[in-house]
T-cell receptor
Framework: SAVISQKPSRDICQRGTSLTIQCQVD?????MFWYRQQPGQSLTLIAT?????????ESGFVIDKFPISRPNLTFSTLTVSNMSPEDSSIYLC?????????????????FGSGTQLSVL | SQKIEQNSEALNIQEGKTATLTCNYT??????LQWYRQDPGRGPVFLLL?????KEKRKERLKVTFDTTLKQSLFHITASQPADSATYLC???????????FGTGTRLLVSP
């Protein structure tokens, strides 16, 4: 299993500002995923962050709005830029469950506790 | 269009009864389907995975079925307890790269 530390756990931000969310994993992982969960909605994948390459964004999400860094195999950041009230949401990082030195995936994901973001 | 649907209304049951939650999907052909539990203020926690060639999978008081013809999975909690109260999410992987697509979840409330 993987233990994921995500911070901040919550924040209240002003419109037009940016917030960077950090995700630290206790083991090395190839892929890290960033999800958004809007109030009353399901989790939606924002992007996949791979170490050593640019993040891959899903439809409807762009790098200028959600820049991602992945400097090493245990850490990633997601920035929510130029925020508006519509960005109020829970942001979650997750990692895949891999065994055998990373050769075999168990397909399931481990999640951090999330960042509750409110934009005024 | 592709959809994953779970009953958006909360499911209220009495302690000791069996809770049954439904996940229906449209225009996907998943190789497997997963169930997660999410408590308020927490991230989802993996519970069970069932593959397309498996009809049923069990883990302690949990049971999952997967009907690829009906495009439906059922999630059962037997002998339910108040501690089982949470939101339960189903998820599938359309791409094979762990890019999970989640249903909206069903909130389960178990009363003593």
């Amino acid at each position: 299993s993987a233990v994921i530390s995500q911070k901040p756990s919550r924040d209240i931000c002003q419109r037009g500002t940016s917030l960077t969310i950090q995700c630290q994993v206790d083991s090395q992982v190839t892929m890290m995923f960033w999800y958004r969960q809007q109030p009353g909605q399901s989790l939606t994948l924002i992007a996949t962050a791979n170490q050593g390459s640019e993040a891959t964004y899903e439809s409807g999400f762009v790098i200028d709005k959600f820049p991602i860094s992945r400097p090493n195999l245990t850490f990633s950041t997601l920035t929510v830029s130029n925020m508006s009230p519509e960005d109020s949401s829970i942001y979650l990082c997750s990692v895949e469950d891999r065994q055998g030195g990373g050769l075999t995936t168990n397909e399931k994901l481990f999640f951090g506790s999330g960042t509750q973001l409110s934009v005024l | 269009s592709q959809k994953i649907e779970q009953n958006s209304e909360a499911l209220n049951i009495q302690e000791g009864k069996t809770a049954t939650l439904t996940c229906n999907y449209t225009n996907y052909s998943p190789a497997y389907l997963q169930w997660y539990r999410q408590d308020p203020g927490r991230g989802p926690v993996f519970l069970l995975l069932i593959r397309e060639n498996e009809k049923e999978k069990r883990k302690e008081r949990l049971k999952v079925t997967f009907d690829t013809t009906l495009k439906q999975s059922l999630f059962h909690i037997t002998a339910s307890q108040p501690a089982d109260s949470a939101t339960y999410l189903c998820a599938l992987d359309p791409t094979g790269f762990q890019k999970l697509v989640f249903g909206t979840g069903t909130r389960l409330l178990v009363s003593p």
